[in-house]
């Protein structure tokens, strides 16, 4: 009888995945880079519309209606608050890409395991899985 071994056919030992690929790193890269073009777009339009570069009605001028001006008014602090929610969605989807740079992307900053693909796929910034997300959170 020979002592004969079965070469190994390169299947990886089976375990958790700790890490996506390089191609799936890309995919998440460009739907990363299509939301990034598409918030930059809007965060432009509305500091635009903030700063009155879009050709609006010259500040210099009062309506006799107050009430018209306290609309006005409120319009531009809701334009604020979003173009502030905006630019904080910027920054997020930039250090997800700055994580897929360094292949660390999709890895629960709580649990340490791989967020799965599909919810990565509808919010390609997020740091935290499910589970971690809804975990309850430790009293002070």
């Known amino acids: 009888m020979s002592n004969t071994t079965t070469p190994v056919t390169g299947n990886a030992p089976t375990g958790p995945k700790l890490r996506y ?17 598409a918030a930059r777009s809007d965060h432009q339009q509305m500091i635009a519309s903030l700063n009155h570069s879009d050709n609006s009605a010259d500040d210099t001028y009062r309506s006799p209606n107050f009430m018209e001006e306290g ?8 334009t604020a608050s ?17 994580r897929i740079h360094h292949k660390t992307y999709g890895i629960c900053r709580v649990t340490g395991e791989l967020i799965p693909a599909e919810r990565l796929r509808l919010v390609p ?5 499910m589970a971690a997300k809804t975990a309850p959170r430790p009293k002070d």
């Open 125 to 129: 910034h997020t740091t935290l899985s």
């Open 82 to 98: 979003m173009a502030a929610r905006i630019a904080k969605f910027i920054q997020d989807l930039e250090n997800a890409l700055l």
């Open 71 to 78: 609309s006005d008014e409120l319009q531009r602090e809701e």
């Open 21 to 37: 690929s390089d191609a799936e790193l890309e995919e998440f890269r460009a739907i990363i880079n299509e939301k990034l073009a």
